[in-house]
């Protein structure tokens, strides 16, 4: 583990070098100990590197909370830009009360930020704050591609009432896997074959 200004909480982690599958202390500033068997040990899923640490629900759906931050900032700029007439209260919101043209841009905007990130950084802005990444089934950045399909659902808010009904459905059901799922994968990781990891060690 290198030392960093934001060294991970003591606990059990994969070591780099070690065998696949074992754990060593890390108390904070070093490693205590030799690699062991993990304790509480739930079994890796198969098509998983045994090196991914996947990060918990809890962390994800803070990480998600920032980005959904981020994101309306975004849609504030963009009714700035499009969605406000002289003497009107300013409408930041997206979806059901947006026009098409100002869903549109909120979604390029978002989907180049989002896209961006996970292929280039494997994270987003939410999940860096939270040390999480973005990873495929062996670690890897994922490709353009993927962090395309993971931000896809997105593009349903141009259909307005209908689209964001859709979304929230959809963020339902992936809040629902999130936590039944044993990757831990929302609907959009299964369909870009992605996971979410707690930062390497």
């Keep these: 583990m290198s030392s960093t200004t934001s060294s991970p909480a003591s606990g059990y982690y994969h070591a780099k070098g070690d065998p696949p599958g074992t754990v060593r202390f890390w108390d904070g500033q070093q490693w205590q100990g ?13 098509h998983l590197s045994p090196e991914i640490r996947l990060a918990s629900p809890g962390r994800r759906i803070g ?3 920032l980005d959904y931050l981020v994101w309306l900032a975004i849609a504030v ?21 947006a026009s ?6 909120w979604l390029a905007a978002v989907a180049t930020l989002e896209i961006g ?3 280039t950084q494997g994270t987003s802005l939410g999940k860096l704050a939270l040390d999480l990444r973005v990873t495929d089934a062996d670690g ?7 962090a395309a399909l993971r931000i896809a659902p997105l593009a349903l808010i141009v259909l307005g009432s209908f689209g964001s009904w859709a979304i929230m459905l959809l963020a339902f059901v992936s809040l629902v896997l ?24």
């Design 34 to 46: 030799g690699p062991t068997t993990p304790p509480n040990h739930k079994p890796q899923p198969a």
């Design 63 to 65: 990480a998600r909370v």
């Design 77 to 97: 700029l963009v009714a700035l830009l499009v969605g406000v007439d002289v003497g009107e209260t300013l409408r930041a919101d997206i979806g059901m009360n």
């Design 100 to 105: 098409f043209q100002q869903n549109l841009i």
């Design 117 to 119: 990130m996970v292929a």
């Design 140 to 146: 890897n950045i994922p490709s353009f591609r993927q």
């Design 178 to 201: 999130m936590f039944v799922d044993s990757s831990h994968q929302t609907l959009w990781d299964k369909v870009a074959k992605t996971v979410v990891t707690d930062r390497p060690l």
